[in-house]
């Protein structure tokens, strides 16, 4: 498969208490043409960090699906910085919530 075509891969970064939610958009993206990664993909045995370091850095999109659970979220308040550092963060709002400054600094 060349480069053109290629999917485009996204990373989806979300509170686990909004879980069902983050699987709706998931199969959403899949059906638009993406290939998704997201926590559910890690194997058991894996090391869990370094897998999500391994995926941040090789997503062409970070989705941070923001709510009231995942604000107070270090796991995804980490991954959003990561993303914006690299120019690839895509914030949603997925309750309505404002999301933090972390994803407000994109240029």
Do not use: C
């Not at 069902?20 to 045995?45: C, F």
């Amino acid at each position: 498969m060349s480069n053109e075509e290629r999917q485009s891969t996204v990373f989806l970064s979300y509170a686990h208490a909004d879980k069902a939610r983050a699987q709706r958009i998931s199969s959403a993206l899949e059906n638009a043409g993406y290939t998704v990664w997201w926590d559910q993909l890690i194997e058991g045995g894996s090391q869990f960090a370094r897998s999500i370091d391994e995926a941040l850095d090789k997503a062409d999109a970070v989705v941070v699906l923001w709510s009231k659970n995942s604000i107070d979220s270090d796991w995804v308040r980490d991954e959003a910085s990561h993303a914006r550092d690299r120019k690839r963060l895509v914030p949603v709002s997925i309750d309505r919530s404002t999301p933090p400054s972390v994803s407000v600094n994109i240029r």
